[in-house]
């Protein structure tokens, strides 16, 4: 990652994790998100013919089923831009403080995702 938006190790760790489920599936996007005690959980694009879900969703679904009730930081790595307005309502939901986008290679861009009003680091 570029020395000029160095992340902090937990934030950094999260852009490894959704890269990681995004390359494992050959996903459109990879994501993981982390709870207020820590715990992390990741997911790819889900795209079955009866069962459609962002990877941001599906960490979030993994999350809360986990027991999570709030989430820390979440970082979505996609080829996109913006999220959908998808998944800006489930980021709204757990009202999630930190929220990072990257590329494909890891590279955080700068500032919130489009159409989100609060940033990362």
């Known amino acids: 990652m570029p020395a000029s938006r ?8 999260l852009v490894t994790l959704a890269r990681a489920a995004r390359a494992r599936s050959q996903a459109v996007e ?5 709870d207020d005690i820590g715990r992390t959980y990741a997911a790819a694009t ?9 990877a941001l969703q599906a960490a979030v ?3 809360v089923s986990s027991g999570a009730d709030r989430l820390d930081a979440a970082v979505v ?3 996109a831009d913006e ?11 757990l009202a999630v403080p930190t929220v990072i986008g990257a590329a494909p290679d890891g590279t955080p861009r700068p500032g919130a995702p489009r159409g989100l009003g609060r940033s990362g680091t």
Do not use: C, I, M, Q
Request: charged share 25%; net charge negative.
């Open 77 to 79: 790595v996609s080829a």
């Open 30 to 34: 990879g994501a993981a998100v982390r």
């Open 46 to 54: 889900v795209a079955l013919p009866s069962l459609r879900l962002s």
């Open 61 to 63: 679904a993994a999350a």
């Open 83 to 93: 999220l959908s307005a998808e998944d800006l309502a489930v980021l709204a939901d």
């Open 6 to 13: 160095e992340l902090p190790a937990e934030d950094a760790k």
